[in-house]
């Protein structure tokens, strides 16, 4: 199967600094990463993705960056605001048709 | 649309009991999967089906069981509810390939189990 690592668990930066967070997975196969914001109580919410034949996507202040060879990709928030505050997941698509998830990271986002 | 839709909200049972937690999507996707939330632990998959009539087992499938009669409905059964079983369950549904990866997940059913 596959295995989809994610660091950190927490992490708190200040309004306006940038946040990044980084997933790693095991299963070369695996074509499909999306990222997921999810606010306490509510489901989670797709807010980038990217396939394995990109290196790099951004929409507004999120881009998210893979690196096939290392089997990494990293989602990345510049210019954090209060509402950025959330848990975000990552997730890999392997060629089963299986999503796994990574644990999670909490952003808080201090005013 | 409703996108996907799932009852009840909250349920509460006592062990042994079992019950169907219901979950439907308006969107004519092939794809539908369930998946449990538990702290720390992410989102896991317990069955999943590619189309009616066609199911799988996920990472974490014991104790439940799905069955897909029709594309819209996809339930979830737990047979004999257990305290392990407490979770934030997840439905979510998607197309078939090409641009149809992203997932559209439901609004979540919260079980405990006493």
């Known amino acids: 199967g596959e295995n989809v690592e994610q660091h950190p668990s927490t992490l708190s930066v200040q309004e306006g600094d940038s946040a990044v967070i980084k997933c790693t997975y095991s299963?070369?196969?695996?074509?499909?990463f999306p990222w997921y914001k999810q606010e306490l109580g509510k489901r989670p919410q797709l807010i980038i993705d990217i396939r394995s034949n990109v290196g790099e996507k951004k929409d507004q202040r999120i881009a998210v960056t893979l690196n096939k060879t290392a089997k990494h990709f990293s989602l990345h928030i510049t210019e954090t605001q209060p509402e950025d505050s959330a848990v975000y997941f990552c997730?890999?698509?392997?060629?089963?048709?299986?999503?796994?998830f990574g644990t999670g990271t909490s952003l808080t986002v201090i005013p | 649309n409703a996108g996907v839709t799932q009852t009840p909200k909250f349920q509460v049972l006592k062990t042994g009991q079992s019950m169907t937690l219901q979950c439907a999507q308006d969107m004519n996707h092939e794809y539908m999967s369930w998946y449990r939330q538990d702290p720390g632990m992410g989102l896991r998959l317990i069955h999943y089906?590619?189309?009616?009539?066609?199911?799988d087992q996920g990472e974490v499938p014991n104790g439940y069981n799905v069955s897909r009669s029709t594309t819209e409905d996809f339930p979830l059964r737990l047979l004999s509810a257990a305290p392990s079983q407490t979770s934030v369950y997840f439905c979510a549904s998607r197309a078939e390939g090409g641009r149809g990866n992203e997932q559209f997940f439901g609004p979540g059913t919260r079980l405990t189990v006493l």
């Open positions: 299963d070369s196969a695996s074509n499909y």
């Open positions: 997730a890999a698509l392997n060629t089963g048709n299986q999503f796994y």
């Open positions: 089906s590619v189309g009616a009539g066609i199911t």
